[in-house]
C-alpha cells in the first residue's frame, strides 16, 4: 500500500510564476506518477480541492472544513474508493478547545487541525487509520502542544490498531516534537528503511521544503542544508518496505515548494 503526503502550498500565495494556474497541471502529473493508494495533503484551499478531485475521480476523500464559515479542507486525504471501506472518520483541532472549529491556541500563526480515517482494506481486510495533519511554522510552543495533542488522541485508541501519520510538522530531525513522538512509540517511516543513515540520504543530505529552487535551495538561500519538515511516521504492526522523497519535477518545474513524501506499507 502506498501513502503519499504533499504540502500542495496554499493557492492564495504570492508565487507568480508558481502560483497554483501554472502549476495545476505539474502537481496533477507527478502525483498521478506515484499511482498512490491514500494522498494525504496540507494546504488544500477550495480551488484545489475541486482541482485535484476532479484529475483523482476514482478517489473518494474526507477532510473537515478549516472553520465554520470556511470551505477549505486543507488537510483532506484522498484514498482509492475500490480499495478501501471507511469504518470511522473525524478530526479535530490542534488548540485548547480541539472540538471549536476555527480555533487555535498557544500562538499559533494559523488555524491547525487534524483529520483521521478509519479505513479497511478490502481483500486483506485489515483495519489502519490515517492521521493527516499540519503543525504550526512559527510557534514552537504551539508546535510543541498540537504534537501532544495527535500522541494523546493515537494512544487512546485500541492496542492493536495501526496508525499512520502523515503531516508537515514545520520542524526538523533535532526539533523536540520529534522527539516526542518517537518517545510515544512513533516511528520515522524513513529510519526504517535506512533512508537516513549517514552517507546516505541522511538528514545532513535530505530535506522536503525547497521553496521551488529544487536540489538550487541551498545555493539559492545560503542555507547549510534543506530543512526535512515533512514526515510520515508508523505505529503498531505497520512495516515500512519502501520510502522516498518525490523530487520529480516537469520541464525544471515543481509541484510545490515542498517535495512530497512517498512511502509504501505492509499491514
Known amino acids: 500500500m502506498k501513502i503519499l503526503s504533499c504540502n500542495i502550498r496554499d493557492a492564495r500565495a504570492p508565487d507568480g510564476a508558481n502560483a497554483w494556474a501554472y502549476r495545476r497541471s505539474i502537481c496533477v502529473e507527478v502525483i498521478r506518477r506515484q499511482a498512490a493508494d491514500i494522498i494525504c495533503f496540507q494546504e488544500l484551499r477550495p480551488e484545489q480541492f475541486d482541482d485535484i478531485g476532479q484529475a ?20 483532506a486525504i484522498f484514498f482509492r474508493r475500490d480499495r478501501f ?68 488522541d493515537a494512544a487512546a485508541q485500541r492496542a492493536e490498531l495501526m496508525q499512520i501519520l502523515t503531516a508537515d510538522m514545520n520542524c526538523d530531525a533535532d526539533n523536540a516534537v520529534l522527539t516526542y513522538f518517537t518517545q510515544a512509540g512513533w516511528r520515522d517511516s524513513f529510519s526504517l528503511v535506512g533512508q537516513m543513515e549517514s552517507g546516505g540520504t541522511g538528514y545532513a543530505f535530505a530535506g522536503t521544503y525547497h521553496a521551488f529552487d529544487g536540489e538550487n535551495y541551498c545555493t539559492a538561500t545560503g542555507a547549510e542544508k534543506m530543512p526535512m519538515l515533512d514526515w510520515i511516521m508508523v505505529r503498531g504492526a505497520v512495516e515500512v518496505s519502501a520510502a522516498e522523497i518525490v523530487r520529480d519535477n516537469v520541464n525544471g518545474r515543481y509541484p510545490s515548494d515542498h517535495y512530497f513524501l512517498s512511502v509504501t506499507l505492509d499491514l
Request: aromatic residues 10%; contains cysteine.
Open 56 to 75: 483523482f475521480p476514482d478517489y473518494d476523500s474526507y477532510g473537515l472544513s478549516e472553520d465554520a464559515q470556511s470551505l477549505a479542507r486543507p488537510n
Open 85 to 152: 471501506t471507511v469504518v470511522a472518520k473525524g478530526g479535530y483541532w490542534l488548540s485548547e478547545t480541539p472540538t471549536l472549529a476555527g480555533s487555535k491556541s498557544w500562538q499559533s500563526a494559523y488555524i491547525r487541525l487534524a483529520n483521521w480515517l478509519e479505513l479497511q482494506e478490502c481483500t486483506s481486510k485489515n483495519i489502519f487509520r490515517v492521521i493527516n495533519a499540519h503543525l504550526d511554522d512559527s510557534s514552537q510552543l504551539a508546535r510543541e502542544h498540537q504534537a501532544q495533542m495527535i500522541i494523546a
